[in-house]
């Protein structure tokens, strides 16, 4: 069974530009999560996605922005890039049982250089 | 608000034990266990529910006392192929779904 895919895997930007990363879940998940893991830092919680919802966000700006598609996959869109940006984003995904354990799987990243 | 791990880092010899604690400031309904490796993907080792459960992965276990907020894995025997760093991700009672993570407590198991 594939698991959570992301693409691109690595991607270059200037300051300014936007970039849009992409994620197709485990298939069956409804759910989908986005992280941003700066170098040497922890995962901080960006966005989640269940049915084609926003459910909730982090405490980043609104140049930081997504949508879910009605095939569960999702994008990730970050606009204005910013030098800080330059970090590895994850995207996660789960069955979305909340009442049960939640438990989300990782794909491998999409690294975002910002220079 | 995210939650609070402890050590930042330990460094072992093969075939001793280490604990590493997470703690919230909120209620919590949910704890979750990663670990990733570097310039991997976090990979997930278990979950704990509200019920002060323990849970064990080969010689892995945590547990989860629910009324301190906090929750412990227990790295027991260690092997190298523990390296890595460890992530517990927590899951409100007011957010279910919302799992926040903390900073992280790197782990180095040497020979």
């Known amino acids: 069974e594939a698991g959570v895919t992301q693409s691109p895997t690595h991607l270059i930007k200037t300051r300014g530009q936007q970039a849009t990363l992409r994620c197709s879940p485990i298939?069956?998940?409804?759910?989908v999560y986005w992280y941003q893991q700066a170098l040497g830092l922890g995962l901080q919680f960006l966005l989640w996605?269940?049915?084609?919802?926003?459910?909730n966000r982090g405490n980043f700006p609104p140049r930081f922005s997504g949508r879910q598609f009605p095939n569960y996959s999702s994008e990730l869109n970050v606009n204005a890039l910013e030098l800080e940006d330059s970090a590895l984003y994850l995207c996660?995904?789960?069955?979305?049982?909340?009442?049960?354990?939640?438990?989300?799987?990782f794909g491998e990243g999409s690294w975002l250089t910002v220079v | 608000q995210q939650p609070v791990q402890s050590p930042q880092a330990v460094i072992l010899r093969e075939g001793e034990d280490a604990v590493i604690n997470c703690s919230s400031s909120?209620?919590?309904?949910?704890v979750h266990w990663y670990r990733q490796k570097h310039g991997e993907a976090p990979v997930f080792l278990m979950i704990?529910?509200?019920?002060?459960e323990q849970k064990g992965h080969e010689k892995i276990s945590a547990s989860f006392n629910e009324k301190k907020q906090q929750s412990s894995l227990y790295l027991t025997a260690s092997q190298l192929s523990y390296s890595g760093t460890y992530f517990c991700?927590?899951?409100?009672?007011?957010?279910?779904?919302?799992?926040?993570f903390g900073a992280g407590t790197q782990v180095v198991v040497t020979p």
């Open positions: 991700g927590t899951e409100s009672d007011d957010s279910w779904g919302k799992l926040q």
């Open positions: 996605y269940d049915e084609g919802e926003e459910r």
């Open positions: 909120k209620a919590l309904y949910s």
């Open positions: 704990l529910l509200k019920g002060g």
């Open positions: 298939s069956g998940h409804t759910s």
């Open positions: 996660a995904s789960s069955l979305g049982q909340f009442d049960s354990g939640n438990t989300i799987y």
